[in-house]
């Protein structure tokens, strides 16, 4: 039971635990011993039906052991090696503990441990154990432990002296006397650290096993031993010659860390006592307590006496024996000892020890018991309900009988009573509880009332089974039966009718509530039964057995039987309506699938879909551009984009959009629309030029026109820019090249380029322009023809009368003619003055070329505005004019000047083209 320690509650640090190893290796009492002779007894034949019972211990009995194990410090596996001996020195009735036989044995041992690691660790450890154990005589349970554990070694920290002990309670059984194969047993005891009632208390439970014969070899030699197991891992090897275990295995769980600590027998040693005894029970076994028993035994002398204990010191019996009785018997009463684990008595055992005189020698032998008990507490007996606890729940009583002996509890009757009716719930009698189990009974029942009522759970009612305990047989419990709880409902929608469109989803739900507990029930559907949750969804479809018919669904919630009661609502009943629907058309394989794209002008691009109607009606397609209709009724449309007009880049985006419908209203249309967007397109623009470009030659008089003609595709403004003779011109389709308007004389070439551009396009003509030299001028004629026609020379005109200047010539040459009167001037080949004052007036015309006013004739004539019937204006007494006279000098002035001015200007005209 050593290395049951680490696992409840023992926490030690690496070094610490060194200490911790040495005091648990020592611990039970089986490892205790000294060196001795190495004597042994042939090991008997092992009768495995009635098994092996107590060993009897004498004193100078001795056992030495070795061990060989590693232990993990700091990540450094240690070596450690040693010895551990025990002997028994005394035998006696220890007044401490109720004068219970108990053998003293003295323990020493030698562990050792070195660890070199060159140029960074050189460790020793050494532990000197010496101390003493108590242990029973009848079955060697361990009552104490004393210890002194001394270290020393090469960590100063470490080293000192380590006194420690342990007080078992109740005695820790490492076995389970007499030693039967396939045997189970439990312990739990309490150790306290050190003794005392202030000390820690250290607690260790567990299930031993003994497992079946088998050989092996330890450093004493080859045994037959008796696994026995501890929680299912192999411990210890019992041998019944050698009186204790040939080899102990150990797990320490230190921190983490499993240390493995083999012990192995190397030698032992044996003693007879000089007066012998035996004893043995003669009568049937198991034995129940409170019944009679029978053991006999015999003394190697005689004239003595043979006391007879049971376990803790208490005496069975006294038997003298007088002259030469050897042989005793007796007649002993088994105690009713409780089996519980907790007592300080053995499990379904108990030892029976014979001393003879004191202490001259003894004799142990084990009496089996049926030490059973039926045990109830007040966890065995629970009563629930399915509800709220009200008369129409279903009541539940759950009952737990225990059994805490190691013997199975058999015919075992088992009663429950609701005692305010005098009704008996559950009456078994054939019952079994196996050794250290629990069984569970329930039983379910109803109460038809409200009230307070009494449950009692008896176990063994007619006491036919014999217990350690009689007392535990019977629990009671009350519990309440409440009013009916009223049932509530809550259902959506309100129950009637209920209209829905197909296609169409609706949620009804009904919720029956009686208090907390929430009751079942199930849905159908025209009778029907679809659900048993509380609600459904109901789902309408446009085709099948969900969809538009003439007579309306029935839906019904009803709750399960036995849920209500009379006078209470059991169902609830929706009638569905479902209406038709008109589906609207469904689009497929549409193309172009995107709903917005882009395109060139000049590009074309192709919308198609494929349709259907859920419903099968015929459908019709309709397609519309920007809001018009088009021309297209079928599943397919080509949009040509126009580099000119409607379809081009001016007018995008376009907004395309295909209506499919199956003629029944907007419920019954799909529309698919798509955005295209027409990129814009710079085609080259058509030209021709006129004249060809090139060499070209032109009159000086007349020269000539150059022109062009451009059209852009896209509608684009052609623009152009004349370039010659360092000018421009811009923007216009022709340019008129008159060498003389120009200031040229002829004979040049004149370089006159065209450049056309539109958009990203442009072309260039060149002309070289060859002149032709000047013609000589023409001889100029002069006017002919012209004269005054009105008024004649002299005429009279009475005042009032309009004057008509007119004038004539046979000259068809484009004349002008400008009148001058009385400082006045006029122009028109006819004129009317109107208003002229009375006296003599001089008209004078003069008359040109337009293009060339040097080639002119200057006329004159007198008339004379008088009053009617009145003398003469002007006239002197010779009947002249002086008014003529006067005006007579600047006519002539007039006259004759530019006639020398233009003679003059003829004659260097003359003289420059001689030049």
Known sequence: MIGRFGAYGQSVTATASIIVLALLLVAPRSLYGASGPDTRRQDPVLDIASGVDAPVHMASDSWNYTTEFEFDLMGFPVPFSGWVNMSVVQLILDPFIDMAPVHITNMTGNISGHLYIPFILDLDIYIELEGYTWSKVQDLSLYRTVLNASISGSIPSLNGNYPFGYEFSPPLEEYDFPLVQGDTWWTNVSARLPFGASGDLLYMNGTNSLGTPEQMTVPAGTFSVLPISIDGKRALFYNSTVGNSVKRSYELDLDGTLLVVPLELKSYARHASTVGVSLKVTSSQPVRAGSSFSVSGRTSVSNTAVTIFFPDGNMATFVPLVLGDRDFDAILIAPSYPDDTLTSVDHGSFGVLAVVGLLDAIAVTTVTTWATDAELDGTSLEIVHDGEGTVDDTFTALTRVRNPSNYAVKDLSVRLVLKEQGLVLMDRSDLSVPAGEVIELSVEFTVDRPGTYNLSLIVDPEDTVPETNESNNEISKGFSALERMPLSWTIDPFPGDVQMAEGGRTVLSAFARRGEEELNGNWTLDGRTISFSNSINFTTNYSGDLSSRTEPYVIIYTLREGQTHEGEMRSVIWNVTVQDVNRPPALTNITPLSEELWMSEGDVQYFRVEAYDPDNDPLAFHWELDGLGLPVHGQAFAFSADHLGPNSSAGSPFHLVLNVSDGKGPDGTTLRDWTVHVNDTDRPFIYSFYPAPGDITVAFDTGAT??????????????????????????????????????????????????????????????????????????????????????????????????????????????????????????????????????????????????????????????????????????????????????????????????????????????VWEE
């Open 706 to 911: 150059l022109s062009f003609n451009a059209t852009d595709l896209d509608g684009t403004p052609v623009q152009s820019s004349w370039s010659y003779l360092g000018r421009a011109l811009l923007n216009t389709t022709h340019l008129t090249f008159k060498p003389k308007d120009l200031g040229l004389s002829g004979g040049e070439t004149v370089l006159t380029t065209l450049g056309l551009s539109s958009g990203a396009h442009s072309v260039r003509a060149v002309w070289n322009i060859t002149v032709l030299e000047r013609p000589l001028p023409p001889p100029v004629q002069p006017l002919k023809g012209v004269i005054i026609v009105s008024p004649m020379e002299g005429q009279v005109f009475f005042k009032g009368e309009n004057v008509t200047l007119r004038a004539e010539a046979t000259d068809t040459r484009e004349l002008d003619y400008t009148w001058s009167v009385g400082g006045d001037t006029y122009r028109g080949r006819e004129v009317v003055l109107e208003g002229l004052d009375i006296g003599e007036h001089m008209a004078i015309l003069r008359t040109f070329l337009s293009e060339d006013t040097t080639i002119n004739v200057t006329l004159a004539v007198n008339f004379t505005v008088t009053i009617e019937d009145g003398p003469p204006v002007g006239n002197d007494p010779d009947g002249r004019s002086y008014l003529w006279l006067l005006l007579l000098v600047p006519i002539l002035l007039v006259a004759v000047i530019p006639i020398v001015l233009l003679f003059i200007k003829r004659k260097e005209e003359v003289m």
